[in-house]
């Protein structure tokens, strides 16, 4: 596998998420993406390495977004992406999305029934009334057991460091 075809796996669903988060638009993030690789292929060997690649490979696709709205007279977005980009600070959105590719492996690393709990708990808000009566045991346990697994995931993200 040749060098441009590593960084192309390695970061391509990073710069597709944060294309996605920019354009509130899967069709367009795909093109974005799609074009995102293209330049960064044409100017890899601008690239310094000042910075992360992931931060060059979504500055790309920022300026790459910016530009299909210029392209498609969209100006009233431009001015917001341009304000919003001022905002964000694209350095740290690498890092969060970082932050939750490793929490996504702690929670996959569990063993159930903690992986179904944290979830019904945490991501479905789930009373642990209920998430007991799923599971027939007590409220007192679908409680332990999510602090359980919340303690497994603190664990597990530890020793992803």
Request: hydrophobic share 35%; aromatic share 12%; glycine share 2%.
């Amino acid at each position: 596998m040749t060098e441009l075809e590593n960084i192309y796996n390695m970061y391509f669903k990073d710069v597709f998420l944060y294309a996605r988060v920019l354009t509130g638009n899967e069709h367009i993030a795909e093109d974005i993406t799609s074009e995102t690789f293209m330049k960064a292929i044409k100017s890899l060997d601008s690239f310094e390495g000042r910075c992360d690649i992931r931060v060059w490979l979504c500055q790309i696709a920022k300026n790459s977004y910016i530009s299909y709205l210029r392209k498609n007279n969209d100006l009233l977005n431009i001015n917001e992406i341009e304000k919003q980009a001022d905002k964000v600070n694209t350095e740290q959105l690498v890092i969060n999305m970082e932050l939750m590719e490793e929490f996504r492996k702690a929670h996959n690393g569990l063993n159930e029934p903690y992986k179904r709990v944290f979830s019904l708990r945490f991501f479905s808000e789930m009373r642990f009334k209920d998430i007991a009566h799923i599971y027939g045991k007590t409220e007192n346990w679908a409680c332990v057991t999510y602090h359980r697994a919340k303690n497994d995931i603190r664990r597990l993200l530890e020793e992803y460091k």
